[in-house]
């Protein structure tokens, strides 16, 4: 059988915005914002040539603070044709918001970037893929038709659910009999899951930050290299049909040594018979056609 391979890079221009979000109140150090400098200057240009001399459209999620603090860079990304998604306004964590909070940044992410590109939003990745409960409900009500946050499976797109919030909950202060239950049913949204996976994710391996203990920025881009390819060959083997996301941010991938990298990459995916590099907004649209099979997911009883 003939394959359909759908394969979507996935940047995540967090610039400053990720470190000015530093989780606990404490000021940004200033180090760390000028490697975001460096993201949404130097690693975005190279991002660029890279996807230009490779003849590939990109989806780029952009937190409302990096399109609003770098607006000449970010515009690059939008006039060379390359999709462009919500990412939050300052990478916030979207589980550590109440309802409110999180409905009112979408309200302003949804408004800077119809100020920035004219159309309303189609896809949404919740920065550092930490959702809340509710957001799967939020995205639909907002008429936002894709969400790359998820991981309900590594390679096929679906309708994602909901998650309610007592999914998962051991109370040790309470009787066993309390929560020894299972998950409580999950009901199907209209939003469509293209799946995320930090297994093929530049940060936590290539990017050093002596705030966070899950990142590294050693390693060996030549190690992460075989490391994804052999998840994509793995799915190749396995699947007539399937989607391979490469999850990337421009003050990682944007240097020198992992540009060369991802030169190597694409050029082993390109190889492979059936391969398509697309936008994920185009992989949704083929998902809801019937073009490309995927699962059916779920959860809870």
Not at 246 to 251: A, D, G, L
Not at 257 to 267: F, V
């Amino acid at each position: 059988m003939v394959k359909r391979v759908l394969v979507a890079y996935c940047v995540d221009v967090d610039a400053c915005a990720g470190w000015l979000n530093t989780k606990d109140g404490q000021l940004a150090n200033a180090s760390d914002v000028s490697r975001g400098v460096f993201g949404a200057n130097a690693g975005t240009d190279r991002m660029l040539k890279l996807f230009k001399d490779n003849n590939i459209l990109a989806s780029w999620y952009m937190p409302s603070h990096s399109i609003l603090s770098f607006p000449t860079q970010m515009a690059k990304v939008r006039d060379a044709g390359h999709e462009i998604g919500l990412h939050g306004y300052t990478h916030e964590f979207v589980s550590r918001l109440t309802e409110d909070q999180e409905r009112k940044v979408m309200a302003k992410s949804i408004k800077v970037y119809k100020e920035f590109t004219g159309k309303h939003p189609k896809g949404w990745v919740a920065p550092a893929w930490e959702i809340s409960p509710r957001s799967m409900q939020i995205l639909q009500a907002f008429g936002i038709e894709y969400d790359h946050s998820m991981m309900h499976h590594d390679c096929q797109p679906y309708y994602v659910s909901d998650m309610p919030p007592n999914t998962v909950h051991t109370d040790y202060s309470k009787d066993p009999d309390e929560w020894m239950i299972p998950m409580p049913k999950h009901t199907l949204t209209n939003v469509v899951e293209i799946p995320g996976s930090w297994n093929v994710d530049d940060w936590p391996p290539m990017h050093f930050s002596s705030r966070n203990p899950g990142t590294h920025g050693f390693i060996n881009p030549r190690d992460i290299e075989v490391q994804w390819r052999d998840q994509f060959d793995f799915f190749y083997r396995e699947y007539d049909s399937f989607v391979f996301t490469i999850s990337c941010h421009p003050q990682v991938s944007g240097r020198s040594n992992i540009q060369l990298m991802h030169e190597r990459l694409i050029a082993h995916l390109k190889s492979h018979e059936g391969v398509e590099f697309m936008t994920v907004a185009q992989i949704c649209d083929e998902f809801k056609a019937g073009k490309i099979a995927g699962v059916t997911i779920s959860a809870g009883v």
